[in-house]
């Protein structure tokens, strides 16, 4: 069931600031980001899309600000003072930073702060729990960020989580929002500034929020599984599958979880609509589902519900697929070629259909235009085919 949506009524904004933390990251969220082109991160930064205000991002990396300078914003926005609304981005998990009381160390750190009179590193955790209450939405990027991913994986040191278990399902930001969920180890870029723009529409008060599933997730987004969009869902209908990397045939029995996966990467691409897993061979480990990496492993082994699956596929796609290649026979015949029973290729000589073939054919155009004019026929009346139809069934009752 998706979250309930707020509404807003504002004036018009003329510039929101974004802060970008990182907490146990790889810092892949980031570039995956900076390569979006619908929209760009220029056209955000720079305030080039009609009604949205301007962004003003406050990232460790891409800022040309440093030091104290860099950090003045941070200060007043996590003290309710910026004076402009602002947006969190969390990249990478959040790590239990009290597992370090003892030993007075730290996870992740932006900045520093006075520790009993010393300056010590500012735990990236802290940060996002003093502003996130004055925060108008705080956007979780990455697997990481969302549900916790490799960093939280089974065994880890760190206490690792996503922002929902940290902030609580409690938590609502300034306007009134959940954390908003955009997946992927790293997530497309796409999907991230599409996001980003949709609730700047919101913020400016020209656009509804749009809907987010209960996971908090776009739900345009992230409703589709990957099988469903792939490029290679045909040969799974047709039971037809890869046995080796690199072959172009479905991947689900070499270790795809793609049936399973909620992820737009086939049909958006990894950048720029090019690329993307199954479209360059590799098979989907359920990098955006909140069960990455501990319920998609061993990697790149068959899943066993694809042992099911598979076989199903396999006995019903053998009926289809060569149904479907005797159209295909058909469908590769101009009306000349049917009528002299020869196609006149000089790159190779094409068979010609069997006896049973024709017969097959036959009665599938009978049902094909049934109800409709066969081409190159003139369309008869109503009384002309009842006519015709009662003379047939006068000459059977004849023959009896």
């Known amino acids: 069931m998706a979250t309930s949506q707020p509404t807003l009524q504002a004036d018009a904004l003329d510039e929101v600031h974004v802060f970008w933390l990182a907490g146990m990251s790889c810092d892949g969220c980031s570039v995956s980001a900076v390569g979006a082109t619908a929209p760009s991160v220029e056209s955000l930064l720079t305030g080039n899309m009609p009604g949205l205000p301007k962004v003003v991002l406050h990232h460790p990396v891409l800022s040309v600000t440093v030091g104290d300078e860099f950090m003045e914003p941070f200060h007043l926005a996590a003290k309710g003072e910026l004076e402009k609304p602002f947006v969190v981005v969390f990249e990478g998990s959040v790590p239990d930073e009290s597992l370090n009381d003892e030993n007075g160390g730290y996870w992740s750190a932006l ?10 590193p500012f735990p990236t955790a802290e940060w996002l729990r003093i502003m996130a209450p004055h925060a108008a939405a705080v956007i979780a990027i990455g697997t990481c960020a969302t549900w916790g991913g490799v960093p939280a994986a089974a065994g880890n040191v760190t206490g690792s989580m996503g922002l929902m278990d940290f902030l609580d399902e409690s938590y609502r930001s300034g306007l009134g929002l959940p954390v908003v969920n955009i997946p992927g180890c790293a997530p497309q870029g796409d999907n ?17 929020l749009p809907e987010f599933d209960s996971l908090g ?184």
């Open 217 to 400: 997730r776009p739900a345009w987004l992230f409703t589709d599984t990957v099988h469903q969009q792939c490029t290679r869902g045909g040969f799974y209908e047709e039971g037809i599958f890869a046995e080796h990397y690199g072959d172009r045939q479905c991947l689900v029995e070499i270790g795809c979880w793609g049936p399973v996966v909620q992820c737009n990467i086939n049909k958006r691409g990894a950048i720029n609509h090019v690329g993307g897993c199954m479209n360059v061979g590799s098979p989907c480990i359920g990098c955006t589902m909140p069960g990455f990496p501990d319920n998609f492993a061993p990697f790149y082994t068959m899943p066993p519900g694809t042992i099911v699956s598979s076989t199903t596929s396999k006995t019903t796609g053998f009926f289809i697929r060569n149904l479907r290649r005797f159209s295909m026979m058909y469908g590769n015949r101009t009306p000349l070629w049917k009528e002299r029973n020869h196609v006149p290729s000089g790159w190779g000589h094409v068979a010609e259909p069997s006896t049973l073939q024709k017969v097959g054919h036959y009665f599938y155009s009978k049902i094909q235009f049934m109800g409709s004019v066969v081409p190159g026929t003139r369309p008869e009346s109503k009384e002309a085919v009842a006519k015709n139809m009662e003379s047939i069934n006068r000459e059977v009752v004849e023959q009896d």
């Open 192 to 208: 991230f500034t599409e996001t980003v723009a949709a609730v700047l529409m919101f913020l400016q008060g020209i656009g509804p």
């Open 111 to 120: 900045g520093s702060r006075l520790v009993d009179g010393e300056p010590q």
